[in-house]
């Protein structure tokens, strides 16, 4: 069983601060990372792909990912009330996607 | 409009009544899944579809029945439903596994009596 850990929160940060979400995973050999956003009541969407070692950043949002350390963030710098959901880790593993149970964040306006 | 629909969104049955929840993407992705979301267990895949006719098992398959007979369709069956397949359920669909977005649907929430 290939498992996805995330702190399920939830987590409250004022508007304008940084939100930092974490994941851990357990197998060695995922080679793509992913973090989806989920509002109540509908389906996640892709926010970041990560593949390789180091930092990749999206306008607000930055992915770091360290394969020896098993570990993938996402940052969200100046959080804004719509920023306000569920965040989803996946692991790609050979075939298939594991989810983590995702945490909760809340932005405090 | 690119996108990925399921039927019914919306689904009250009772057990042993077989079902199907069809799923269409008109992005003519390759890779399809289904997903079933819990409170507490999050997303947990329960088969996938890499190409037409080429399907297999997910984290949790019992239950459940799935085919890819045209690209575009993945549809997914349950035979004789339980309670405890009481959930949300998702598809998924990607031009390739892993290297691409995958698109979700709009869920289907299901409930069986």
């Known amino acids: 069983q290939k498992e996805v850990e995330q702190n399920s929160g939830p987590l409250s940060v004022p508007e304008g601060a940084i939100a930092s979400l974490n994941c851990t995973y357990s197998?060695?050999?995922?080679?793509?990372f992913f973090w989806y956003r989920q509002y109540s009541g509908k389906s996640p969407e892709l926010i970041m792909s990560?593949?390789?070692?180091g930092d990749k950043e999206d306008g607000r949002f930055t992915a770091q990912l360290n394969k020896a350390s098993q570990y993938v963030s996402l940052l969200i710098r100046d959080s804004q009330p719509s920023d306000s959901a569920t965040y989803l880790c996946?692991?790609?593993?050979?075939?298939?996607?594991?989810f983590g149970t995702g945490t909760r964040l809340t932005v405090i306006p | 409009e690119a996108q990925v629909t399921q039927n019914p969104r919306y689904l009250i049955t009772v057990t042993g009544k077989k079902l199907t929840v069809t799923c269409s993407q008109n992005?003519?992705?390759?890779?399809m899944s289904w997903y079933r979301q819990d409170p507490g267990l999050g997303l947990r895949q329960i088969y996938y579809?890499?190409?037409?006719?080429?399907?297999d098992k997910g984290d949790v398959p019992e239950g459940y029945k799935v085919s890819r007979k045209e690209k575009r369709n993945f549809p997914l069956i349950l035979e004789s439903p339980s309670p405890n397949q009481t959930s949300l359920y998702f598809c998924?669909?990607?031009?390739?596994?892993?290297?691409?977005?995958?698109?979700f649907g709009p869920g289907t929430r299901l409930t069986v009596l």
């Open positions: 197998d060695r050999g995922s080679q793509s």
């Open positions: 996946a692991v790609g593993g050979a075939n298939n996607l594991f």
């Open positions: 990560i593949y390789s070692n």
């Open positions: 579809s890499m190409n037409v006719e080429v399907t």
């Open positions: 992005m003519n992705h390759e890779y």
């Open positions: 998924a669909s990607s031009l390739r596994f892993l290297l691409d977005e995958q698109f």
